[in-house]
């Protein structure tokens, strides 16, 4: 295997197999506490299993691929509530597929974005750095070169757009965008987001927005890509938002998703979906359509994750290089002091038994320049406040 092919196999690696090779020999030093993944602990919505009740005898039929259309309806006007510059513009029939969640999307969606540019040479894609392993695995599955745009304090936190050149552009087939970002919880201004649509259009790739955080945040709801888009040109072109049920509703097993955007290309992609991805069982498109509909659950959970920043802000204010995120349930951590991430991170569960995911899994190296995650780890705030509050102050007291 050459060189290139293993730093990719690297890159696309589960970064939870990694932690847990990593780990693999040492016991943890007190009962164990999970802030290595992304997995909500908020109560299950009420409605959830009155409605796969009613819906249960309709495992035995088969889906249609596009959603049935309620649940275009339902995530359109979602969309529409959400975001007021889509109402009026949104339309079930165009504008939205139904997703096995997000991650499937954001991965087969590459496909079809490249079928729209047949003949550019050595086509690329432009990933967050750090990075969502989809990414990387859908820029590695297609043959495009993934180009790993680095996003460090110096640049908020976001990839620098100033900075890309316009050869590389040029063969842009895709841009992932993430926000609030995973794992920083940087938020897009309105700004950001309209340099990113003025590009994408300018060089015909496509703007793929992994929103799948949106609804977590503090006081001012992030903006969105197709909000902007449609509020700057009167259209959608070239832009298209991933969205899921597992971090706004708390339902990771439920599998459930949609992307919306460039009709298009989501006809192009619909098609493609249509013989290459799996449906959604029908009981959990209706029980999605609870989800959409139902604003008083992603609340509670908000009010939840808020708790949990607010019991970090009292332990880590001045350490670690805290500052409370925009959006997302992350901490972003810097524990160089420590060994960086993968000492610090043998150093926590043998001394604690609070597990993190070691940044330099979520970050590459490109270029010549050296990893920027090494220095770092990356922590889930998904528990209960008391959870929380014993896995933190674990963590002061293990590393002083």
Request: some cysteine; hydrophobic content about 40%; proline content about 8%.
């Amino acid at each position: 295997m050459s060189d290139t092919q293993t730093a990719l196999e690297t890159l696309i690696q589960s970064p939870f197999a990694r932690l847990n090779a990593l780990l693999a020999d040492i016991p943890p030093g007190a009962d164990p506490i999970l802030f290595s993944l992304g997995e909500p602990y908020t109560a299950l919505p009420p409605f959830v299993q009155p409605v796969l009740q009613e819906y249960v005898a309709a495992f035995g039929k088969y889906p249609p691929i596009r959603g049935i259309p309620e649940l275009r309806e339902a995530i359109c006007s979602w969309l529409a509530r959400r975001y007021p510059a889509l109402t009026d513009v949104v339309d079930p029939e165009r504008h939205a597929l139904p997703l096995n969640g997000s991650r499937e999307g954001l991965f087969s969606a590459i496909f079809p974005a490249i079928a729209r540019k047949p003949a550019i040479p050595n086509p690329s894609v432009l990933i967050p750095n750090p990075f969502y392993q989809v990414y990387a695995a859908a820029a590695a599955a297609a043959g495009t070169e993934p180009v790993f745009l680095r996003s460090g304090a110096d640049t908020g936190f976001l990839p620098d757009l100033d900075s890309l050149d316009s050869a590389l552009l040029g063969r842009t087939v895709a841009l992932y965008m993430c926000s609030p970002s995973n794992p920083e919880g940087a938020v897009a201004t309105h700004a950001y987001l309209e340099k990113a649509i003025r590009l994408a259009r300018a060089h015909d790739f496509l703007l793929f927005a992994d929103e799948c955080y949106s609804e977590i945040y503090g006081n001012t709801p992030p903006a969105g890509a197709l909000e902007v888009a449609q509020a700057r040109s009167g259209t959608l072109t070239n832009i298209v938002s991933f969205q899921s049920l597992s971090k706004r509703s708390g339902l990771p097993g439920l599998r459930s998703g949609f992307v919306a955007g460039d009709p298009d290309f989501l006809a192009a992609f619909g098609r493609f979906r249509n013989v290459a991805c799996p449906q959604v069982p029908l009981p959990i498109q209706h029980v999605s359509v609870a989800a959409w509909t139902d604003e008083d659950h992603v609340r509670h959970a908000r009010a939840f994750y808020q708790a949990n920043f607010d019991i970090a802000d009292s332990l880590l204010q001045g350490r670690f290089g805290y500052s409370r995120p925009e959006g997302g349930f992350f901490l972003w951590l810097n524990l160089a002091d420590f060994g960086g991430c993968e000492e610090a991170t043998k150093t926590l569960w043998k001394g604690c038994g609070v597990k993190v995911l070691p940044g330099t899994y979520l970050t590459a190296s490109q270029g010549g320049q050296a990893d920027h995650g090494r220095d770092f780890v990356r922590l889930a705030l998904v528990h209960d406040a008391d959870t929380t509050r014993d896995g933190l102050s674990r963590i002061v007291a293990t590393l002083g």
